[in-house]
């Protein structure tokens, strides 16, 4: 069955070939979607017959937002939390703790519930593809049924267990625990491990606990992610480097070793401006990045500590507002950036062959994204049955 999308006044494909730029930008354009991708991009005047025919009435329609980085599954609350930031209280990662007691204390129908409605939440801000991390466990079992239960919703997970050292747990004992046994008990849910390495935290992991614990994950099959830098220049973005992580997340602090790393690497550089808002901490300097070459995504980071939106248009709007981006580089870091980071090139891009995730703007242009800051516009566009 074929499906036929026209009336799309404006069509980003993230495919240069279409105009020469990275969004590759069609107008008056249609594409055909079978089987869940696409089929056939081009001009609405020289659409081929299809099955069925949808027309979304000159509306603009952008690639699915990837957010690359997410910490969905937990319970309790920390409003109260960050009322006390947003009164000058300063972050430390801390709080952590907190969201670990109330998910270990809680049954696996409540997390389930709690992490179904925020990707239900996502969607329907247009995000189609979705990474989500554990690291609200730390402990065996906590860890593993995290996981297990994202596993059963989504294709990106990845595996935290080194989000924290837990309150009242020797550090080398907890690592050893982390690359040892919960290693193992996790990493058949999990595509990716990450580790917060920030020993600016007192609570996070310092550059050789971090190697330790993404050694023992490479060497389980598992892709690497590394949390680094955003409380201070440190060892992380040169370690996700020299491991060849995919992508290194935050990044507010860097020196100039760190850029030209970066940008030297396939490594892809993932900014989380709705911390900085959160924090009130300042914002990663994107332009600096971007002028050495270096590949950036955007991510949202939805957790209950630090970021607690599910919007990607959110954060776009921060990425253009705050770090001076442009409409055009936010929205291909949230799309096609994003992809990179997870490795995906069937994602973030609206090609021949590539899977229909598509999002539907009640707006002209791309540019009302930024332009329209906490206005609904977007929601993924349902073109086909899901199995």
Known sequence: MATLITGIGELVTNDPVHDGTPLGVLHDAALVVADERVA???RAADAPAADERT???????VPGFVDSHTHPVFAGDRSAEFAARMAGERYDGGGIAATVTATRRAPDDELRRGLVGRLAELRAQGTTTVEVKSGYGLTVADEERVLRLAAGVVEEVTFLGAHVVPPGTQRDEYV????????AACAPH??????????????AFDADEARTVLGAGAAAGLGLRVHGNQLAAGPGVALAVDLGAASVDHCTYLTDADVDALAGSETVATLLPGVEFSTRSPYPDARRLLAAGVTVGLATDCNPGTSYTSSMPFAIALAVREMAM????ALWAATAGAARSLRREDVGRVVVGG???LALLAAPTYLHL???????????????PRS
Not at 55 to 61: I, K, L, N, R, T
Not at 192 to 201: G, K, L, N, R
Not at 326 to 329: K, L, S
């Open 40 to 42: 056939w991009v081009g």
């Open 55 to 61: 027309d979304v009435g000159g509306q603009a329609v």
């Open 176 to 183: 050893r625990t982390v690359s040892g046994p919960m290693l």
């Open 190 to 203: 999990a595509r990716w491990i990450d580790v917060f390495c920030e020993p600016a935290s007192p609570h």
């Open 326 to 329: 442009t409409p055009a580089e």
């Open 355 to 357: 899977r229909a995730d």
């Open 370 to 384: 930024a332009y329209r800051p906490g206005v609904p516009l977007a929601r993924a566009l349902d073109v086909a």
